[in-house]
């Protein structure tokens, strides 16, 4: 971030972006894959919700302080106080982050089955669904298992001391296999999986929609006849950030209210697909929001339904983020570290094109008709979601033999437990 104020050659520009988006990448996915470290089935959505909040916030409420910090400092305090920012979150990260995975031994208990005279018999078997998979991992990782006479308290580890966890690298980590091209090649074998793929295509579509915004609103709303300087440009942006927190609130405590009844209807079976209902709002709100948005500037209404617009689109981009995430984590929750990956690559995809396409498409087709396009292909993908609503299941049914081969590569590395 302090480099870039001294760019002053397009190929410096290109560089130091692939520099921040290097850096900047983890929160793309360690946050998601913590909530489902962390939190159980039924808390996720509120706790993805607590992420997108922060995540979406951040991006509404940057233009605010950026255009007050240009009217007063200059445009080149508001790269300094970014890097200033990240300073502070380096080290509060460093100390107070822990890392929320970890490599669980295999453990062997004694479970009671009935004998043929109806008396109790003690055997030994796996704790984990499947005894063969355990056996293999064992083999694979040279771990020892753990019988029910190791669980004593005298042999239960000691809690980590606030040292021990600030270590960077653990000694005990190099014992296990490496993993790296695997790690690297799963997220793309991922794309195959329908609902991870739609995971990320909604993801991404929804926030092409606040990118659309993002790259017209200085344009209109600084041009004529509304002419709000950089400052008040900012402060548009409160709008956003209000329709953000009711759709936090939307999705977090009102879905894990409906995924909680919906299960309760299904005899206390849950479906990764009941969250998607959420989606129904959206189907109005999308194309409202955009051609309020587009058709009211060509036609330069209040400036009030302009501020309403992104207030709409704010809420909307929020609700896509965390429906699509929760929907990835809930259907996949042992892959969803690297499907989570999968689904930013295509979200990341779709919003690059749009960065690059959206200035000339809106001056070859004017705002109104561009805008239009828009609400109709927001309402296409929109629309989507009850393709997945119905047949969704029948995909993740159809996709069990894949799913259950690479939680065994996952478990063996030790990323799932």
């Known amino acids: 971030m302090i480099w870039v104020p001294y760019t002053n050659t397009?190929?410096?520009?290109?560089?130091?972006?692939?520099?921040?988006?290097?850096?900047?990448?983890?929160?793309?996915?360690?946050?998601?894959?913590?909530?489902?470290?962390?939190?159980?089935?039924?808390?996720?959505?509120?706790?993805?919700?607590?992420?997108?909040?922060?995540?979406?916030?951040?991006?509404?409420?940057?233009?605010?302080?950026?255009?007050?910090?240009?009217?007063?400092?200059?445009?080149?305090?508001?790269?300094?106080?970014?890097?200033?920012?990240?300073?502070?979150?380096?080290?509060?990260?460093?100390?107070?982050?822990?890392?929320?995975?970890?490599?669980?031994?295999?453990?062997?208990?004694?479970?009671?089955?009935?004998?043929?005279?109806?008396?109790?018999?003690?055997?030994?078997?796996?704790?984990?669904?499947?005894?063969?998979?355990?056996?293999?991992?064992?083999?694979?990782?040279?771990?020892?298992?753990?019988?029910?006479?190791?669980?004593?308290?005298?042999?239960?580890?000691?809690?980590?001391?606030?040292?021990?966890?600030?270590?960077?690298?653990?000694k005990q980590e190099l014992r296990y296999p490496n993993r790296l091209k695997e790690m690297i090649l799963r997220p793309l074998i991922f794309l195959t999986f329908p609902v991870i793929f739609y995971a990320g295509f909604s993801y991404g579509s929804n926030l092409v929609w606040f990118n659309v915004l993002n790259g017209t609103a200085s344009l209109i709303l600084s041009g004529k006849p509304y002419a709000f300087s950089s400052s008040i440009v900012g402060l548009a942006y409160i709008s956003p950030f209000i329709g953000m927190i009711l759709g936090s609130l939307y999705t977090g405590g009102i879905g894990d209210w409906l995924v909680l009844k919906l299960a309760r209807k299904n005899r206390g079976i849950m479906q990764s697909e009941y969250r998607l209902w959420l989606f129904s709002l959206s189907i109005l709100l999308i194309p409202g929001g955009l051609i309020l948005w587009g058709v009211g500037a060509a036609h330069n209404i209040q400036w009030f339904g302009l501020i309403f617009a992104m207030g709409v689109i704010g809420f909307t981009n929020t609700v896509g983020l965390q429906l699509s995430v929760s929907y990835c984590i809930d259907s996949y929750r042992e892959l969803s570290g690297e499907a989570i990956v999968t689904v930013i690559l295509i979200r990341n995809t779709m919003s690059f094109a749009i960065g690059y396409g959206i200035t000339p498409w809106i001056t070859q087709m004017g705002l109104q008709n561009a805008f239009i396009v828009a609400a109709f292909a927001g309402l296409a993908q929109v629309l989507t979601v009850f393709f997945f609503i119905r047949y969704g299941q029948n995909m993740r049914q159809a996709s069990v033999r894949r799913y259950q081969h690479y939680r065994k590569e996952m478990m063996a590395a030790g990323l799932v437990h």
């Open 10 to 170: 397009n190929g410096q520009w290109i560089a130091s972006k692939l520099l921040q988006g290097f850096f900047g990448a983890p929160v793309e996915s360690l946050c998601e894959i913590s909530v489902t470290d962390t939190y159980f089935t039924h808390e996720r959505g509120t706790y993805i919700a607590v992420y997108g909040f922060f995540l979406v916030g951040s991006s509404f409420l940057a233009p605010l302080f950026a255009g007050f910090i240009n009217g007063g400092q200059g445009w080149r305090w508001v790269l300094y106080w970014c890097a200033i920012l990240s300073g502070l979150s380096f080290v509060f990260l460093f100390f107070f982050m822990e890392e929320t995975n970890y490599h669980r031994n295999a453990h062997l208990g004694n479970k009671t089955k009935k004998n043929e005279d109806g008396g109790p018999e003690n055997r030994e078997s796996d704790t984990r669904d499947d005894a063969v998979e355990k056996v293999n991992m064992d083999s694979e990782l040279n771990v020892s298992t753990m019988t029910d006479e190791d669980i004593r308290p005298g042999n239960v580890p000691r809690r980590k001391s606030f040292y021990h966890k600030l270590k960077v690298f653990d």
